[in-house]
């Protein structure tokens, strides 16, 4: 069974930094292209960054130059360093596939607000 365990949200002012770690088991990770996601408040899901099992990267363009997605295949996790954080990155994160082909976690919440 796909589980992803996301943590590391939390409360924080503009400007400040987050990490968000996302633990997966049930999957072959080290051959897994991965990618976090965010929704925020009545809005429709979407891709935030995504790394490949060759650690290639892609940002959306609202989160390019202060977010850096990494990996850590020994542990099976995939972190969101989150910097220069801006009101409108409060949001649910999650983390899943690149496809986004498994079932989706608890996600945690960041709220950047002052």
């Known amino acids: 069974q796909v589980q992803f365990v996301e943590s590391g949200g939390g409360l924080v002012q503009p400007g400040g930094s987050l990490r968000l770690s996302c633990a997966a088991s049930?999957?072959?990770?080290?051959?897994?292209?991965m990618a976090w996601y965010r929704q925020a408040p009545g809005k429709q899901r979407e891709l935030v960054a995504s790394?490949?099992?060759?650690?290639?990267?892609d940002y959306a363009d609202s989160v390019k130059g202060r977010f850096t997605i990494s990996r850590d295949n020994a542990k099976n996790t995939v972190y969101l360093q989150m910097n220069s954080l801006r009101p409108d990155d409060t949001a649910v994160y999650y983390c899943?596939?690149?496809?986004?082909?498994?079932?989706w976690g608890q996600g945690t919440l960041v709220n950047v607000s002052s």
């Open positions: 790394i490949t099992r060759g650690r290639t990267t």
């Open positions: 899943n596939g690149r496809t986004a082909r498994y079932a």
């Open positions: 049930g999957i072959f990770f080290s051959f897994a292209d």
